[in-house]
Protein backbone atom coordinates (compact mmCIF):
# COMPACT_ATOMS: atom_id res chain seq x y z
CA UNK A 1 0.00 0.00 0.00
CA UNK A 2 2.53 2.30 1.01
CA UNK A 3 6.20 2.85 -0.71
CA UNK A 4 9.55 3.03 1.23
CA UNK A 5 10.05 6.68 3.03
CA UNK A 6 6.53 7.72 1.93
CA UNK A 7 4.93 10.63 3.71
CA UNK A 8 2.17 9.51 6.00
CA UNK A 9 -0.01 10.50 8.67
CA UNK A 10 -0.17 8.12 11.79
CA UNK A 11 -2.74 7.74 14.31
CA UNK A 12 -1.46 7.69 17.82
CA UNK A 13 -2.79 5.30 20.39
CA UNK A 14 -1.28 7.61 22.88
CA UNK A 15 -1.56 10.92 22.25
CA UNK A 16 -4.92 10.31 20.41
CA UNK A 17 -3.81 12.14 17.47
CA UNK A 18 -2.64 12.01 13.89
CA UNK A 19 0.99 12.67 13.15
CA UNK A 20 3.43 13.32 10.67
CA UNK A 21 5.53 10.29 9.64
CA UNK A 22 7.31 8.22 7.16
CA UNK A 23 6.20 4.86 6.65
CA UNK A 24 9.44 1.56 6.09
CA UNK A 25 7.78 -1.59 5.07
CA UNK A 26 8.73 -5.08 5.48
CA UNK A 27 8.03 -8.81 5.04
CA UNK A 28 7.90 -11.05 7.91
CA UNK A 29 6.77 -14.47 8.01
CA UNK A 30 2.82 -15.08 9.71
CA UNK A 31 2.28 -17.68 11.65
CA UNK A 32 1.25 -20.08 8.74
CA UNK A 33 4.43 -19.44 6.83
CA UNK A 34 3.45 -16.92 4.42
CA UNK A 35 4.62 -13.38 4.04
CA UNK A 36 2.85 -10.48 5.27
CA UNK A 37 3.70 -7.08 4.94
CA UNK A 38 4.30 -5.17 7.42
CA UNK A 39 4.50 -1.28 7.97
CA UNK A 40 6.95 0.33 10.54
CA UNK A 41 6.19 4.07 10.89
CA UNK A 42 8.84 7.16 11.98
CA UNK A 43 7.20 9.98 13.86
CA UNK A 44 9.04 13.41 12.67
CA UNK A 45 10.91 14.78 15.45
CA UNK A 46 11.52 11.41 16.92
CA UNK A 47 14.06 8.42 16.58
CA UNK A 48 11.97 5.09 17.48
CA UNK A 49 10.21 3.16 14.72
CA UNK A 50 6.09 1.98 15.22
CA UNK A 51 6.76 -1.76 14.33
CA UNK A 52 3.70 -3.36 12.69
CA UNK A 53 1.06 -0.64 12.41
CA UNK A 54 -2.31 -1.63 11.35
CA UNK A 55 -3.59 0.08 8.31
CA UNK A 56 -6.64 1.99 9.60
CA UNK A 57 -3.74 3.75 11.61
CA UNK A 58 -2.24 5.34 8.68
CA UNK A 59 -3.35 7.62 5.86
CA UNK A 60 -1.90 10.04 3.12
CA UNK A 61 -1.52 13.17 4.18
CA UNK A 62 -3.98 15.69 3.19
CA UNK A 63 -3.33 18.36 0.81
CA UNK A 64 -4.90 21.63 -1.05
CA UNK A 65 -8.01 20.87 -2.36
CA UNK A 66 -9.00 17.38 -0.87
CA UNK A 67 -12.79 16.96 -0.07
CA UNK A 68 -13.40 16.42 3.99
CA UNK A 69 -15.73 16.79 6.72
CA UNK A 70 -14.78 18.82 10.31
CA UNK A 71 -15.87 17.22 13.15
CA UNK A 72 -17.47 20.15 15.05
CA UNK A 73 -19.42 18.67 18.58
CA UNK A 74 -22.81 20.50 19.23
CA UNK A 75 -24.88 20.15 22.72
CA UNK A 76 -27.76 18.21 20.41
CA UNK A 77 -25.59 15.72 18.87
CA UNK A 78 -22.02 15.79 17.48
CA UNK A 79 -21.74 16.24 13.52
CA UNK A 80 -19.35 15.87 10.34
CA UNK A 81 -19.72 19.15 8.24
CA UNK A 82 -18.22 18.97 4.72
CA UNK A 83 -15.67 21.06 3.45
CA UNK A 84 -11.91 21.89 1.71
CA UNK A 85 -8.64 21.85 2.57
CA UNK A 86 -7.69 25.22 1.78
CA UNK A 87 -4.18 25.53 3.69
CA UNK A 88 -1.81 23.34 6.36
CA UNK A 89 -0.69 25.49 9.08
CA UNK A 90 2.07 24.35 10.78
CA UNK A 91 2.38 25.25 14.82
CA UNK A 92 6.25 23.39 14.46
CA UNK A 93 4.71 20.47 16.07
CA UNK A 94 4.36 16.86 15.16
CA UNK A 95 0.27 17.26 14.67
CA UNK A 96 -0.71 18.68 11.43
CA UNK A 97 -3.23 21.84 12.11
CA UNK A 98 -5.51 22.45 8.68
CA UNK A 99 -7.62 25.65 6.94
CA UNK A 100 -10.85 24.45 6.17
CA UNK A 101 -13.06 25.86 3.61
CA UNK A 102 -17.06 25.21 4.70
CA UNK A 103 -19.59 26.33 2.66
CA UNK A 104 -20.68 29.19 4.89
CA UNK A 105 -17.23 30.34 6.67
CA UNK A 106 -13.47 29.39 6.98
CA UNK A 107 -11.79 27.36 9.90
CA UNK A 108 -8.14 27.71 10.94
CA UNK A 109 -6.31 26.05 13.11
CA UNK A 110 -8.23 22.34 12.83
CA UNK A 111 -6.35 19.65 14.23
CA UNK A 112 -5.82 16.81 11.57
CA UNK A 113 -7.94 14.68 14.02
CA UNK A 114 -10.69 16.27 13.86
CA UNK A 115 -10.41 15.95 9.79
CA UNK A 116 -11.59 12.97 7.95
CA UNK A 117 -11.79 12.31 3.95
CA UNK A 118 -14.92 12.66 2.60
CA UNK A 119 -16.16 10.92 -0.43
CA UNK A 120 -18.90 12.05 -1.97
CA UNK A 121 -22.13 9.03 -3.42
CA UNK A 122 -21.08 8.36 -6.85
CA UNK A 123 -17.49 9.19 -6.29
CA UNK A 124 -14.81 6.23 -7.59
CA UNK A 125 -12.50 5.33 -5.20
CA UNK A 126 -9.97 2.59 -4.36
CA UNK A 127 -10.15 0.33 -1.74
CA UNK A 128 -7.67 -1.61 -0.45
CA UNK A 129 -8.89 -5.52 0.01
CA UNK A 130 -6.00 -6.97 1.70
CA UNK A 131 -2.67 -8.17 0.65
CA UNK A 132 -3.82 -11.00 -1.26
CA UNK A 133 -6.46 -9.29 -3.18
CA UNK A 134 -4.88 -5.93 -3.82
CA UNK A 135 -6.28 -2.94 -4.47
CA UNK A 136 -10.71 -2.65 -6.31
CA UNK A 137 -12.59 -0.09 -7.48
CA UNK A 138 -15.83 1.06 -6.37
CA UNK A 139 -18.31 3.57 -6.41
CA UNK A 140 -19.65 5.33 -2.99
CA UNK A 141 -22.90 4.99 -2.13
CA UNK A 142 -25.38 7.04 -0.38
CA UNK A 143 -25.88 6.68 2.91
CA UNK A 144 -29.14 4.82 4.29
CA UNK A 145 -29.21 5.50 7.90
CA UNK A 146 -27.26 7.58 10.64
CA UNK A 147 -23.22 7.18 9.23
CA UNK A 148 -21.32 4.82 12.04
CA UNK A 149 -17.66 4.51 12.52
CA UNK A 150 -16.38 1.22 10.71
CA UNK A 151 -15.47 -1.87 12.52
CA UNK A 152 -11.97 -1.57 14.47
CA UNK A 153 -9.05 -3.06 12.92
CA UNK A 154 -6.76 -3.85 15.92
CA UNK A 155 -7.15 -2.10 19.95
CA UNK A 156 -5.78 0.78 18.68
CA UNK A 157 -7.76 1.66 15.57
CA UNK A 158 -9.24 5.00 15.39
CA UNK A 159 -12.48 5.94 16.87
CA UNK A 160 -15.01 8.90 16.27
CA UNK A 161 -13.57 11.93 18.56
CA UNK A 162 -15.21 12.16 21.85
CA UNK A 163 -15.42 8.17 22.14
CA UNK A 164 -14.20 5.88 24.16
CA UNK A 165 -11.39 4.28 23.55
CA UNK A 166 -11.23 0.12 23.00
CA UNK A 167 -10.20 -1.42 26.05
CA UNK A 168 -6.95 -3.02 26.00
CA UNK A 169 -6.66 -6.45 24.46
CA UNK A 170 -4.70 -9.29 26.93
CA UNK A 171 -1.61 -10.87 25.71
Known amino acids: VYEQDSAVQYLSHKYKLWLNAWVNPSCRLDAF ?6 YNVRVAFQSTLRYDVPLDMLRLPLVLEDKVEVFIPKEDGDVW ?7 QQSSGKTSPHYKIQLFERTLDHVPAHNVR ?3 APGDTVDVYCGSSRGWSRATVQERLDRARYPVALSARSPQPPGFPQHPRHSP
Open 33 to 38: GMDHIC
Open 81 to 87: VPGTIVG
Open 117 to 119: RYF
